[in-house]
């Protein structure tokens, strides 16, 4: 468990792939200008600060570690939000399930590069500012977060798809506002469901 100040020395790397997935968590850590790569994690982030890392996560190869898991885990659990401050995230698979999952975490001016969310299930995050590049399909986004999970209106606000291409699969519901995000030239969000749905 990493906390306070935390450096790029802190950060356990691994010569060949592990056979199982190598646990790495924050507490109340800060960080600056970390390149952590999520390749073979089991990642946790509890109320902590990220300013200008990266996030990184292979594009091809096998998923599956010998173990039979999927690098996963929390960029913001719900008892203990994080929040990322101009950090870049590269090839990373958000799912709910065999991924990681954004949670009650808030991200402020970050990139979104070419990452994975098919299978990816937002309701509880915050993005304000971020910029989103490549395909973006069989997700489902929420302006207010059902009420299983709160019911929480999130902040949604000032985010850049138009370097994204947005698949049909993609479900925007629980009044998303669509009218404070800068959309690709032709596309026309539309809701698909409430927000318990």
Not at 170 to 178: A, E, H, L, Q, Y
Request: charged fraction near 25%; glycine fraction near 14%.
């Amino acid at each position: 468990m990493l906390s306070g100040e935390v450096t790029q020395a802190d950060i356990p790397t691994f010569d060949e792939r592990p056979a199982d997935l190598q646990g790495l968590s924050f507490r109340e850590a800060r960080a600056r200008g970390l390149s952590i790569s999520l390749d073979d994690r089991h990642l946790g982030a509890y109320w902590s600060e990220f300013e200008e890392c990266s996030f990184t996560q292979r594009r091809s190869g096998r998923v599956l570690n010998e173990s039979g898991a999927a690098a996963q885990g929390t960029l913001g659990w719900v008892r203990g939000p994080s929040i990322y401050r101009r950090c870049r995230f590269e090839g990373v698979r958000f799912m709910s399930m065999g991924g990681y999952s954004m949670d009650a975490a808030t991200f402020e001016d970050c990139v979104f590069d070419r990452c994975r969310f098919n299978g990816h299930r937002h309701t509880t995050a915050d993005l304000v500012g971020c910029r989103f590049v490549g395909k973006i399909d069989g997700c489902t986004w929420y302006g207010t977060a059902p009420e299983y999970d709160g019911g929480r209106r999130n902040v949604i606000r000032g985010n850049d798809f138009t370097d994204a291409v947005i698949g049909w699969n993609v479900g925007w519901r629980g009044d998303f506002d669509f009218d404070a995000q800068v959309w690709p030239e032709g596309f026309v969000p539309t809701v698909d469901g409430p927000a318990g749905a």
